[in-house]
C-alpha cells in the first residue's frame, strides 16, 4: 500500500541555519504530495504541495520539488526562524489509496535564537 | 481559521466510559476523515465519510465507530475506553473524494482516558 517515510527527529537549528527533511514515499498511482505543519496546540495546516512530477511547492520561504524518479519530496529553507518550530509532515493523497490522506511520522523542528 | 469545527476541545473520561466527538466540515465540502495523534506518534487514518457513506477505513479498532450526517457533520464514538485510547483526535474535510486536494483541518479533540 502507499506509505510516506521522513526523517526522524528532532531536528535543532540555529536561527538563519539550512533546513531540509528528508522525504520519500511508496504509491501504486500518480499522488499528490503535501507538506502540513503542526505548531503547538494547533491542528494541521497545509504549508505546501505538488500534484504532478516537477512541480514545486512554495510558501513561507520553504520549497519542496516533487521528484518522481527518486520517490522523493524533501522540504527546504534556507533560513529558519524561531517562528518555524513545529512539527513538519509530509504526506500523499491518490485515487488508488482511496483519496484519504496518509502522513509520514512527522519531524520536529526545533530552532534556537 | 480552517473552517472546521471539532467539539468538544478537551475531554477527560474513565476507563470503560463511550464518548462521542463531533467534527462540523468546511462549508461545502462532502468528505470528512479521521485520525488519531497519540504522543509522540504520527497521524494514524481511522475512517472516511464521503456525502454520508462510508469510503476508506484504516486503523479504527471495533470499539469505534463514525457516522456522518445527512447535514454533513460527522460523529466519531469512542467505547470501551482504554487508558491507550488516550490521544488527539483530529477531523479534516476536502471538497470532494478527490486526492489532489488539501485536507482542512480542525484543531482537534484531546480525550484524557484516566
Known amino acids: 500500500g502507499n506509505s510516506v517515510t521522513q526523517m526522524e527527529g528532532p531536528v535543532t537549528l540555529s536561527e538563519e541555519a539550512f533546513l531540509t527533511i528528508n522525504c520519500t514515499y511508496t504509491a501504486t498511482g500518480y499522488p499528490s504530495l503535501f507538506w502540513y505543519v503542526q505548531y503547538p496546540g494547533e491542528g494541521l495546516q497545509l504549508l505546501l504541495k505538488?500534484?504532478?512530477?516537477?512541480d514545486k511547492g512554495s510558501n513561507k520561504g520553504f520549497e519542496a520539488t516533487y521528484r518522481k524518479e527518486t520517490t522523493s519530496f524533501h522540504l527546504e529553507k534556507g533560513s529558519v526562524q524561531v517562528s518555524d518550530s513545529a512539527v513538519y509532515f509530509c504526506?500523499?493523497?491518490?485515487?488508488?489509496?482511496?483519496?484519504?490522506?496518509?502522513f509520514g511520522a512527522g519531524t520536529r523542528l526545533f530552532v534556537k535564537a | 481559521d480552517s473552517g472546521v469545527t471539532q467539539t468538544p476541545k478537551h475531554l477527560i473520561t474513565a476507563t470503560g466510559q463511550r464518548v462521542t466527538l463531533r467534527c462540523s466540515p468546511r462549508s461545502g465540502d462532502l468528505s470528512v476523515y479521521w485520525y488519531q495523534q497519540s504522543l509522540d506518534q504520527g497521524l494514524q487514518f481511522l475512517i472516511q465519510y464521503y456525502n454520508g457513506e462510508e469510503r476508506a477505513k484504516g486503523n479504527i479498532l471495533e470499539r469505534f465507530s463514525a457516522q456522518q450526517f445527512p447535514d454533513l457533520h460527522s460523529e466519531l464514538n469512542l467505547s470501551s475506553l482504554e487508558l491507550g485510547d488516550s490521544a488527539l483526535y483530529f477531523c479534516a474535510s476536502t471538497p470532494g473524494d478527490r486526492g489532489s486536494t488539501e485536507a482542512f483541518f480542525g484543531q482537534g479533540t484531546r480525550l484524557t482516558v484516566v
Open positions: 504526506a500523499l493523497s491518490d485515487a488508488t489509496g482511496g483519496f484519504k490522506t496518509i
Open positions: 505538488a500534484t504532478k512530477a516537477d
